[in-house]
Protein backbone atom coordinates (compact mmCIF):
# COMPACT_ATOMS: atom_id res chain seq x y z
CA UNK A 1 0.00 0.00 0.00
CA UNK A 2 1.46 3.80 -0.69
CA UNK A 3 0.65 6.55 1.44
CA UNK A 4 -1.54 9.47 -0.05
CA UNK A 5 -0.23 13.09 0.49
CA UNK A 6 -3.05 15.38 1.47
CA UNK A 7 -2.61 17.88 -0.84
CA UNK A 8 -4.23 20.59 1.31
CA UNK A 9 -1.54 20.08 4.35
CA UNK A 10 0.04 23.81 4.83
CA UNK A 11 -2.64 25.23 3.32
CA UNK A 12 -3.82 28.66 5.35
CA UNK A 13 -7.83 27.44 6.86
CA UNK A 14 -7.62 24.24 5.84
CA UNK A 15 -9.73 22.58 9.02
CA UNK A 16 -11.38 19.37 7.34
CA UNK A 17 -13.20 17.63 10.16
CA UNK A 18 -12.09 14.53 8.28
CA UNK A 19 -8.77 14.71 6.99
CA UNK A 20 -7.03 17.78 8.31
CA UNK A 21 -4.09 16.86 10.55
CA UNK A 22 -4.05 19.29 12.97
CA UNK A 23 -7.66 19.68 13.52
CA UNK A 24 -7.61 18.46 17.10
CA UNK A 25 -11.57 18.28 16.91
CA UNK A 26 -11.55 16.22 14.05
CA UNK A 27 -11.06 12.86 13.01
CA UNK A 28 -7.09 12.90 11.27
CA UNK A 29 -7.94 10.17 8.66
CA UNK A 30 -4.81 8.76 6.32
CA UNK A 31 -5.00 7.38 3.31
CA UNK A 32 -3.55 4.26 1.62
CA UNK A 33 -3.53 3.20 -2.09
CA UNK A 34 -4.30 -0.83 -2.30
CA UNK A 35 -5.01 -1.02 -6.25
CA UNK A 36 -8.33 0.00 -6.95
CA UNK A 37 -9.09 0.35 -3.43
CA UNK A 38 -8.72 3.40 -1.11
CA UNK A 39 -7.94 1.69 2.63
CA UNK A 40 -7.76 4.11 5.48
CA UNK A 41 -6.77 2.54 9.21
CA UNK A 42 -8.89 4.56 11.95
CA UNK A 43 -8.99 4.28 15.95
CA UNK A 44 -12.01 5.19 17.35
CA UNK A 45 -11.94 7.49 20.96
CA UNK A 46 -14.12 7.47 23.47
CA UNK A 47 -16.03 10.86 22.71
CA UNK A 48 -16.64 9.24 19.50
CA UNK A 49 -19.78 7.50 21.36
CA UNK A 50 -23.45 7.68 20.72
CA UNK A 51 -24.74 4.45 23.20
CA UNK A 52 -21.83 3.76 25.74
CA UNK A 53 -19.27 2.56 24.20
CA UNK A 54 -20.29 2.45 20.67
CA UNK A 55 -19.23 4.04 18.04
CA UNK A 56 -21.85 6.66 16.77
CA UNK A 57 -23.33 6.53 13.75
CA UNK A 58 -22.80 9.66 12.13
CA UNK A 59 -19.35 9.78 12.83
CA UNK A 60 -19.29 5.88 10.91
CA UNK A 61 -21.32 7.82 8.13
CA UNK A 62 -19.15 10.71 8.27
CA UNK A 63 -15.89 8.03 8.28
CA UNK A 64 -17.52 6.41 4.39
CA UNK A 65 -18.12 10.27 3.51
CA UNK A 66 -14.71 11.51 3.98
CA UNK A 67 -13.33 8.07 2.13
CA UNK A 68 -15.26 8.54 -0.45
CA UNK A 69 -13.85 11.69 -1.46
CA UNK A 70 -10.47 10.67 -1.66
CA UNK A 71 -11.27 8.00 -3.48
CA UNK A 72 -12.88 10.50 -6.43
CA UNK A 73 -9.40 12.71 -5.11
CA UNK A 74 -6.87 9.99 -6.29
CA UNK A 75 -8.64 7.80 -8.77
CA UNK A 76 -10.02 10.94 -10.73
CA UNK A 77 -7.91 13.65 -9.63
CA UNK A 78 -10.58 15.59 -8.83
CA UNK A 79 -13.00 17.18 -6.24
CA UNK A 80 -16.25 17.80 -5.66
CA UNK A 81 -18.80 16.60 -3.07
CA UNK A 82 -21.35 14.03 -1.96
CA UNK A 83 -24.67 14.46 -3.84
CA UNK A 84 -26.05 11.04 -1.80
CA UNK A 85 -24.96 8.48 1.12
CA UNK A 86 -27.16 5.35 2.07
CA UNK A 87 -25.45 3.57 4.53
CA UNK A 88 -26.12 0.63 6.64
CA UNK A 89 -25.10 -0.35 10.02
CA UNK A 90 -24.80 -3.71 10.18
CA UNK A 91 -23.08 -4.70 13.65
CA UNK A 92 -22.08 -2.32 15.91
CA UNK A 93 -18.64 -0.76 16.40
CA UNK A 94 -16.80 -0.15 20.15
CA UNK A 95 -14.96 2.71 20.49
CA UNK A 96 -12.76 0.13 22.28
CA UNK A 97 -11.84 -1.55 19.02
CA UNK A 98 -8.13 -0.49 18.74
CA UNK A 99 -8.46 0.00 14.48
CA UNK A 100 -11.09 0.02 12.13
CA UNK A 101 -10.30 -0.78 8.50
CA UNK A 102 -12.18 1.39 6.00
CA UNK A 103 -12.19 0.61 2.09
CA UNK A 104 -13.48 2.07 -0.75
CA UNK A 105 -13.69 2.04 -4.44
CA UNK A 106 -15.42 3.21 -7.64
CA UNK A 107 -18.23 0.58 -8.72
CA UNK A 108 -19.74 3.20 -11.51
CA UNK A 109 -19.45 6.67 -13.54
CA UNK A 110 -21.99 8.40 -15.09
CA UNK A 111 -20.45 11.42 -16.23
CA UNK A 112 -19.94 13.73 -13.26
CA UNK A 113 -21.66 11.06 -11.19
CA UNK A 114 -19.66 9.18 -9.27
CA UNK A 115 -20.41 5.33 -7.60
CA UNK A 116 -18.70 4.72 -4.50
CA UNK A 117 -18.99 1.60 -1.89
CA UNK A 118 -17.40 1.79 1.03
CA UNK A 119 -17.12 -0.80 4.02
CA UNK A 120 -15.78 -0.45 7.68
CA UNK A 121 -14.15 -3.62 9.36
CA UNK A 122 -13.74 -4.09 12.73
CA UNK A 123 -9.94 -5.10 13.95
CA UNK A 124 -11.62 -9.04 13.54
CA UNK A 125 -12.12 -8.06 10.26
CA UNK A 126 -16.18 -8.73 10.10
CA UNK A 127 -17.65 -6.04 8.29
CA UNK A 128 -19.74 -3.86 10.28
CA UNK A 129 -20.99 -0.98 8.20
CA UNK A 130 -21.24 -0.15 4.35
CA UNK A 131 -22.27 2.84 2.54
CA UNK A 132 -23.54 3.44 -1.14
CA UNK A 133 -22.55 6.58 -1.76
CA UNK A 134 -23.13 8.84 -5.01
CA UNK A 135 -20.39 11.85 -5.44
CA UNK A 136 -20.46 15.18 -7.91
CA UNK A 137 -16.77 15.37 -9.39
CA UNK A 138 -15.85 18.40 -10.24
CA UNK A 139 -14.25 19.66 -13.74
CA UNK A 140 -10.42 20.19 -13.22
CA UNK A 141 -10.64 23.72 -13.08
CA UNK A 142 -13.58 24.36 -11.06
CA UNK A 143 -11.43 21.58 -8.53
CA UNK A 144 -8.63 24.15 -8.81
CA UNK A 145 -10.64 27.28 -8.02
CA UNK A 146 -13.15 26.24 -5.85
CA UNK A 147 -11.38 23.31 -3.78
CA UNK A 148 -7.64 24.54 -4.13
CA UNK A 149 -7.33 20.97 -5.41
CA UNK A 150 -4.30 20.21 -7.61
CA UNK A 151 -3.58 16.78 -7.97
CA UNK A 152 -3.22 13.51 -5.17
CA UNK A 153 -0.14 12.10 -5.21
CA UNK A 154 1.21 8.73 -3.60
CA UNK A 155 4.44 9.00 -1.18
Keep these: MKK ?19 NKMGLQMEFYEDGEDIVAHWTPK ?8 TLHGGIQS ?24 NAKFLKSISVKEPFLEIRGH ?10 I ?12 SNAEIVYFASPKDVARE ?10
Design 4 to 22: LINPWVGLEGYQCFGCAPN
Design 46 to 53: EYHQGWLN
Design 62 to 85: AIMDELAGWVVFRKLQTSGVTSRL
Design 106 to 115: ITEQKRNAVF
Design 117 to 128: TVEIYNSAKELC
Design 146 to 155: KFFFCECKVE
